[in-house]
């Protein structure tokens, strides 16, 4: 069952602020389970054991991993903070943690992953976040449930007698406490994630009970109180510190209770959050950039994955696809970083973004020379090309407009060149008067 919660466990708007600006995050999802190469719930989705999975423990040896190759290009790509799997669901530790064997440290490869990758973002600026599931398919005292990878085990409810969820609550406080301790300031927690009501064959689901989550809450508020927390705990609050939607953009801003909130919407490059090498649906760099666009127009923030691979690397598509954000956010962050939702509806086939008087229009279908914005006809003091900054004009008063196409009273018509700038997505400031 769900628990409810104090307000006062959850961050004043200020303490958000830099998370609100900066918009653009970098997720990164890292594991034994690249090896498999075919999603990070490889070991649930076939109903793989322990003992099964075991090849992918004795085999991880990330011999190109270098963390600050991954931070430059998340730097370069306008990504201002990044969140990475600390412990997946398989179990896991990308670190030398204390309360397990399970760890990189033990791998072929020997080394602790996490502290180079920490070092290394925050060389590039970015603020660091972790990752850190709930669910845990290799911790003996993890019941099995719908998800697990022994679901089917015809013993799976008499295998569970001897699995103490209390014993997996405490080892979760112990990890949290490493991840919080050891590694300097964190700015992000990232829980995941919660279905209590989800029972299959008899085994129930698990929630905030199971995580014993308000007593993990304050715990992590205790040692991090300026952590921004996310909304998987299972802890009921009109006042989280941010919404997560999931593989899908919002039409309208997320609201609990009926009010609006922080939030941030994960996606993916290609559908798979872990390395995935026969995936065919890779996003291309419209899709990338619209994601991002269509979230910031929203007020929201877009935390955008990466599922390295094996050998510690990106590959050749993640690399294409970062490229598309760098190229894009090198002219046009501005148009992103502190902007928000515009109080101006912005016509078919655009989106606006808009930061104090600069109203910013990226315009996804390219219009045949006129771009028409109504409601701000005798608003907009100047107009240019966020690329290259060049003037874009609009008729004066009393010109010949007999060969325009007609608008409304408050119609600002923009005359736009009829070849569209080379850029994916092009973007038109117009600063308003005050
Ligand atoms: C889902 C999946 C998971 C992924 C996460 C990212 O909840 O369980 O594999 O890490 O989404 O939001």
């Known amino acids: 069952m769900t628990t409810s919660v104090s307000p006062d466990l959850f961050l004043p708007n200020e303490k958000k602020a830099w998370f609100t600006h900066d918009r653009f995050g970098m997720f990164v999802h890292w594991g034994i389970y690249a090896l498999a190469a075919r999603h990070e719930w490889v070991k649930s989705r076939e109903e793989i054991d322990d003992a099964n999975y075991q090849k992918y423990f004795d085999n991880f040896d990330p011999d190109l991993y270098d963390p600050r190759e991954w931070a430059r290009r998340a730097r370069e790509a306008g990504m201002k903070y990044v969140v990475l799997t600390a412990k997946h669901h398989d179990g896991f530790c990308l670190w030398d943690s204390a309360a397990t064997d399970y760890k990189a440290t033990n791998t072929p490869y020997g080394k602790d992953l996490l502290r180079p990758f920490v070092d290394a973002f925050r060389a590039e600026g970015l603020k660091i976040g972790f990752y850190y599931s709930l ?81 993990l809450l304050k715990l992590v508020r205790k040692l991090a109180p300026d952590i921004i927390v996310n909304n998987r705990l299972d802890l009921e609050t009109d006042t989280p510190d941010m919404v997560t939607p999931e593989q899908y953009t919002p039409r309208t801003p997320p609201l609990v209770s009926g009010k609006p909130v922080t939030w941030e919407m994960c996606q993916t490059f290609s559908g798979s959050w872990g390395y995935y ?124 407009t007999h060969f325009m196409p007609p608008g409304g009273e408050t119609t600002l018509t923009l005359l736009l060149p009829v070849k569209k700038p080379d850029v994916v997505i092009p973007v038109i400031e117009l600063i308003l008067k005050d």
Request: hydrophobic fraction near 35%; include cysteine.
């Open 135 to 215: 669910p845990d398919w290799h911790h003996p005292d993890f019941g099995i449930d719908m998800y697990h990878p022994l679901r089917n085990r015809p013993d799976a409810a008499e295998l569970n007698k001897s699995r103490d969820i209390k014993r997996y609550a405490a080892y979760m406080r112990q990890q949290v406490t490493e991840l919080l301790t050891g590694y300097g300031k964190i700015d992000i927690i990232w829980f995941d994630f919660s279905y209590p009501e989800r029972t299959y064959n008899g085994l129930p689901g698990k929630g905030s009970n199971d995580w014993e989550s308000l007593e």
């Open 277 to 400: 090498r026969d995936e065919e649906s890779w996003k291309s760099p419209a899709q990338l950039l619209q994601i991002l666009i269509d979230g910031v127009a929203l007020g929201g923030n877009l935390l955008m994955n990466v599922g390295p691979t094996a050998r510690g690397t990106f590959d050749q598509r993640a690399i294409d696809a970062f490229d598309a954000y760098a190229k894009w956010m090198h002219l046009h962050s501005r148009a992103i970083y502190g902007a928000g939702q515009s109080t101006y509806q912005a016509p078919d086939g655009c989106r606006f973004t808009q930061k104090g008087n600069r109203l910013y229009v990226h315009i996804y279908n390219w219009p045949n020379q006129y771009l028409l914005l109504d409601g701000l006809a005798g608003r907009v003091k100047y107009a240019q090309f966020l690329n290259d900054a060049s003037e874009v004009q609009w008729p004066k008063e009393g010109a010949d």
